[in-house]
C-alpha cells in the first residue's frame, strides 16, 4: 500500500504547500524539497544539467535553481524568492515521495530529476533581459534593408529608437494584422464586480482605456510587468491570443508607452525561441506531460513568428513552430479522436486553438502538414460524438459544461465535416451524423442514444482510462439527458482555486460512482505511463440498431487500502419506443463493506420522492426520471438485503448535495445514495427509466432474466409494457 501524504478525500491538497490562484500551479515549499534532495543524494550536477539542457547554466538565477537540485548551500531569506523557482511541480514533489516510500530510490531519484526538467524548461527563457538592444539584433536588414538605421537605433539604445520602429509598425502594409485590434471596451455590468485581479493583461487593457478606472491600470502595469520579470514564469494565457491583441491594440490605440510595447514584442520572439528550443531538446519531454498547453506554446511561437517577419529568425521559427504542431498532433490525438488529457473541455479548447492556428496559415499562406490536418480533422469529427442533446459537453475531468458550438466555432472553416458544421450551426447547416450511439475505443468513453433531437435519450459513459491532466477520480461515472433536460449531472468543476467546493468536485464522492464504506477511487496514485495509451482499452461494447451495451471495470488503486476488491459496471440501453437503461453493478471480492451507489441530480430538479425501490423526480407536467434498484435474485443464498435510500442535499459535514453547472456556481442538488452493508461478491441492478411526461405514481419494474425469454416488465398507470431481452446482452461481460 502506497502511504498517504494527508487526506486521500484531496488528492492535491499535500502538506507543505504554497498555494496560489491555481490548484495546478501549487509550489512545493523550499524545506519540503531540501527534504527530499537529502534522501536523494547523490544527484550528479553533470546528470541534471544533461537532463535540463540547460544552455545557459552560468545565468545567476539558473545556477541557484540547478544548486536546488544538487542541495548546494542556499539562503532561504534571500530578498527574491528563488525558491519560488523551484524547478519541480506538486505532483513530481508527491510521486517522488511515494516512490522513496515503496524504497524505489533510483526510481524515486529518475521521477525527480524528469520532473524538475519538465518544469524547468517553461520558465528560463523569461530570464532574459536588454530586450530593446536585442531587438535591433534581432531585426533581419538583409531582408529589409529600409529597417538598417532603426536597427541600429535599437541595438544603440537610442531614445527614439521605440518609436521609430513601432512607426514602422503602424505603417506597414503587410501582414495584414488589423483582425488583431480591437477598440477598447467597457466590462460588462454583471451582480458580482470582476476582480481585476483575476483578468489578463489585455482585457484589463481594454477596460481602462474604455473608463479610464485607475484601479484598472494599476492591475494592468502590474500584469505586464509580471509578463516581462524574469522571476516571473510567463504563463501561456497571456501569451499567443492575448499577446498579439494587446500588442497591436495598444500600438493603434495607445495606452502603453513606447519602451513597453517594443519589450512586449521581443518577449513575443523570445516566447518563440523558447518554444523551438522546447522542440529540439536532447531529451524530449514525455508523453505524460503532453496537453493543451503544448499547442498554445506552439500557437503562440507562430503567431509571433508571422506577425514580424522582419525578425531574422522568423522563417526558420514559422517552419519550427509548424514542425511542433505536427509533432505534437501525432502524439497527442489518438486513432479514436481523442486527445492525450481525456477531457472533453479541453478537447474543445484545442478545436478553438486549432481554428486560430489554420487562420494563421491561411493568412499567410503556410502549408498545413497534412499529418496535423487529418488529426484535426479527427479531433473534431470525435468532438461530436459525445455531444449530449442540448448541445454541450460532458463534464468529465476539468471539463465545463461548455455549448460546443460556442467554444469550437473557430475550427468550422476549416474542417468540411457534415456533421461537424451541423453541430457547429445548430443545425442550420450540414446535417447530423448517420450513427447514433458512439464508442471511443481508446479514451473508454461511450454515447448510448436514440437520436441526435434535442428531446432525444442520451447516456455519457466514462468507462476509460486517466487521462494525462485535469483528471478527476471518475471512472465509471456518467451523466443523462432525456427528453429535453438532463437528470442525472457530473457536478462540474467550480474552479480552479482551493475553494472547498472545488477540492471536493475532484474526488469520487461527487460523481455518480460506487463507494466500499465511503471509500473512493484514487489513480492518481498510479504511475503516469498507465493514465492513456493509443490502444483500446478493450471494454466488451455491442452498439445495435435498438439495444446498446457496453461494460467497464475499476480494479484500484483506492483512497485507502480495502484489499483487492474490482468494481464492474454494465450498462444496456434500449433505444425503442420505451427507452430506458439497465444498469448492473457488481462488486468482487472478500469481506463485508457499506456498499453505497451515488447518483447526483441536475441542481433545477427541486424534488426527489422515494418510490419502493428507488426514487423519481417530480417535475411538473414532467418529464421525469425514476431510478429503480431491482431486488436481488442470486442463484446462492443468501439473499442480499435491498439497499436503503439516502438522499443528501446542500450538506457542509460532510460535503454532500452539490454541483457546480458554471464557473464558481455552488448549487445544492440532489444527492441519492442506495447503500447498505453487504458481503462481496455482490450485484446490483438498477433500471433508469426517462418518461417523457409526468411519470404516473403507479410505477413496478421487473426484469426477469432466469426464464428462456429475458423479460423486462413495466406497469405505468394503466399501461403494461413487456419487453423481450436479447439473450446475449444476459450474458455479455458482467
Known amino acids: 500500500m502506497i502511504p498517504r501524504t494527508q487526506s486521500a478525500r484531496s488528492p492535491y491538497k499535500a502538506s507543505g504547500t504554497v498555494l496560489d490562484a491555481s490548484r495546478r500551479a501549487r509550489v512545493p515549499a523550499p524545506q519540503k524539497i531540501l527534504k527530499l534532495t537529502d534522501a536523494l543524494q547523490p544527484v550528479p550536477r553533470t546528470r541534471v544539467y544533461a537532463k535540463m539542457r540547460m544552455a545557459d547554466a552560468r545565468h545567476p538565477t539558473l545556477d541557484r535553481q540547478a544548486s536546488f537540485l544538487n542541495d548546494q548551500p542556499m539562503n532561504l531569506n534571500d530578498s527574491k524568492p528563488y525558491w519560488e523557482l523551484a524547478p519541480i511541480n506538486i505532483a513530481g514533489v508527491e510521486r517522488t515521495g511515494e516512490l522513496l516510500a515503496q524504497g524505489r530510490t533510483e526510481d524515486a531519484r529518475c521521477h525527480f530529476i524528469s520532473s524538475a526538467r519538465a518544469v524547468f524548461t517553461r520558465r528560463w527563457p523569461t530570464t532574459r533581459k536588454d530586450r530593446i538592444r536585442r531587438l535591433g539584433e534581432a531585426i533581419d536588414t538583409v531582408r529589409f534593408p529600409d529597417l538598417v538605421p532603426i536597427a541600429q537605433a535599437l541595438r544603440r539604445n537610442e531614445p527614439d529608437a521605440p518609436s521609430r520602429f513601432l512607426g514602422y509598425l503602424r505603417a506597414r502594409p503587410d501582414p495584414d494584422m488589423s483582425r488583431h485590434i480591437l477598440l477598447p471596451e467597457a466590462p460588462p455590468k454583471q451582480a458580482q464586480p470582476v476582480d481585476p485581479s483575476t483578468l489578463l493583461s489585455f482585457a484589463l487593457w481594454k477596460a481602462w482605456r474604455a473608463t479610464g478606472d485607475p484601479d484598472l491600470k494599476h492591475w494592468m502595469d502590474r500584469r505586464i510587468a ?197 453541430a457547429l450551426t445548430g443545425g442550420k447547416e450540414g446535417h447530423p451524423p448517420a450513427y447514433t450511439s458512439a464508442a471511443l475505443d481508446c479514451i473508454g468513453y461511450y454515447a448510448l442514444r436514440n437520436g441526435w433531437t434535442p428531446d432525444a435519450c442520451c447516456l455519457v459513459f466514462d468507462g476509460g482510462r486517466m487521462g494525462q491532466a485535469h483528471f478527476h477520480e471518475d471512472k465509471l461515472s456518467f451523466e443523462l439527458n432525456a427528453f429535453g433536460r438532463p437528470f442525472i449531472v457530473d457536478p462540474g468543476i467550480h474552479s480552479y482555486s482551493n475553494h472547498w467546493l472545488r477540492e471536493w468536485l475532484t474526488v469520487s464522492q461527487a460523481h455518480n460512482l460506487i463507494l466500499l464504506d465511503g471509500v473512493g477511487q484514487c489513480r492518481w496514485r498510479q504511475d503516469r505511463d498507465l493514465w492513456y495509451s493509443p490502444m483500446p482499452v478493450g471494454n466488451p461494447c455491442d452498439l445495435g440498431a435498438e439495444w446498446d451495451v457496453v461494460e467497464a471495470g475499476f480494479d484500484g488503486p483506492y483512497e485507502r487500502d480495502i484489499g483487492p476488491v474490482i468494481q464492474r459496471r454494465r450498462i444496456v440501453f434500449h433505444k425503442g419506443d420505451l427507452p430506458f437503461w439497465w444498469i448492473t453493478d457488481r462488486i468482487e471480492g472478500e469481506g463485508s463493506f457499506d456498499v453505497a451507489e451515488l447518483f447526483h441530480f441536475a441542481h433545477d430538479i427541486e424534488q426527489i420522492e422515494v418510490i419502493p425501490g428507488g426514487v423519481r423526480t417530480r417535475i411538473p407536467g414532467g418529464p421525469d426520471l425514476a431510478v429503480i434498484c431491482l431486488p436481488a435474485h442470486p442463484r446462492t443464498p443468501p439473499v442480499p438485503a435491498q439497499p436503503e435510500i439516502r438522499l443528501f442535499r446542500g450538506e457542509r459535514n460532510p460535503t454532500r448535495g452539490w454541483v457546480s453547472p458554471e464557473r464558481n456556481a455552488e448549487c445544492p442538488a440532489w444527492e441519492v445514495h442506495f447503500g447498505g452493508m453487504a458481503s462481496l461478491p455482490l450485484r446490483r441492478d438498477f433500471i433508469l427509466l426517462p418518461w417523457r411526461h409526468e411519470l404516473p405514481n403507479d410505477l413496478q419494474v421487473r426484469l426477469d432474466l432466469d426464464g428462456q425469454r429475458p423479460l423486462f416488465v413495466l406497469t405505468c398507470g394503466d399501461n403494461r409494457f413487456q419487453l423481450e431481452i436479447p439473450k446475449h446482452l444476459k450474458t455479455i461481460g458482467t
Not at 280 to 288: A, D, K, M
Not at 314 to 332: G, N
Not at 346 to 361: A, P, R, S, V
Request: net charge negative; aromatic share 10%; hydrophobic share 40%.
Open 226 to 422: 509580471d509578463i516581462l520579470d524574469p522571476m516571473v514564469p510567463a504563463s501561456w494565457h497571456e501569451t499567443s491570443h492575448t499577446w498579439i491583441k494587446l500588442v497591436f491594440s495598444a500600438l493603434h490605440h495607445g495606452g502603453l508607452n513606447d519602451t513597453t510595447l517594443c519589450e512586449l514584442v521581443c518577449f513575443g520572439l523570445d516566447y518563440a525561441e523558447f518554444v523551438n528550443d522546447f522542440a529540439h531538446h536532447i531529451e524530449p519531454p514525455q508523453t505524460s506531460i503532453g496537453g493543451n498547453w503544448i499547442f498554445f506554446w506552439a500557437l503562440s511561437g507562430l503567431t509571433a513568428a508571422t506577425a514580424f517577419p522582419e525578425f531574422r529568425r522568423s522563417p526558420a521559427l514559422v517552419h519550427s513552430m509548424l514542425a511542433r504542431f505536427d509533432d505534437e498532433l501525432s502524439k497527442q490525438v489518438m486513432p479514436d479522436g481523442s486527445m492525450i488529457e481525456g477531457v472533453p473541455g479541453y478537447h474543445n479548447c484545442c478545436l478553438n486553438l486549432f481554428g486560430e492556428f489554420l487562420t494563421i496559415c491561411r493568412e499567410h499562406g503556410l502549408t498545413v502538414p497534412p499529418g496535423a490536418h487529418h488529426a484535426i480533422r479527427r479531433l473534431a469529427a470525435t468532438a461530436v460524438k459525445w455531444i449530449k442533446p442540448d448541445g454541450r459537453t460532458p463534464m468529465f475531468g476539468d471539463s465545463q459544461d461548455d455549448i460546443f458550438r460556442n467554444v469550437a466555432r473557430p475550427i468550422g472553416p476549416h474542417v468540411d465535416l457534415p456533421e461537424v458544421r451541423w
